[in-house]
């Protein structure tokens, strides 16, 4: 799987944002999709996965409530809406696929796409 990640900016406390990535390479739907991200100094963060299906979900905590993940198997896309954006939202974010949801969750993911910055000023 191939994965294009875009979308990221520069953006004020209390501001939206909405991640794409686009897929390629293999069937998309039968693939868990996901995002990590990382900060300067800190270790990687999963922050949102999403069954092939699209049924099933799961949030960060930190996150929880103001993400939302969602796909469109017909595009090969998913998405991370980002709202009521945080200073310590500031990071690299990365799109991930892999078979398994659990190890997405885990923070772990067989294929990654290049990240895409997300810069939020208080």
């Known amino acids: 799987v191939q994965l294009q990640a875009s979308g990221g900016g520069l953006v004020q406390a209390g501001d939206s944002l909405r991640l794409s990535c686009a897929a390629s390479?293999?069937?998309?739907?039968?693939?868990?999709m996901g995002w990590f991200r990382q900060a300067p100094g800190k270790e990687r963060e999963f922050v949102a996965t999403i069954s092939y299906s699209g049924t099933n979900t799961l949030y960060a905590d930190s996150v929880k409530g103001r993400f939302t993940i969602s796909r469109d198997n017909a595009k090969n896309m998913v998405y991370l809406q980002m709202n009521s954006l945080k200073p310590e939202d500031t990071a690299v974010y990365y799109c991930?696929?892999?078979?398994?949801?659990?190890?997405?969750?885990?923070?772990?993911?067989?294929?990654w796409g290049q990240g895409t910055q997300v810069t939020v000023s208080s």
């Open positions: 390479g293999r069937t998309f739907g039968g693939v868990s």
């Open positions: 991930v696929a892999d078979i398994s949801f659990i190890r997405i969750s885990g923070g772990e993911a067989n294929w």
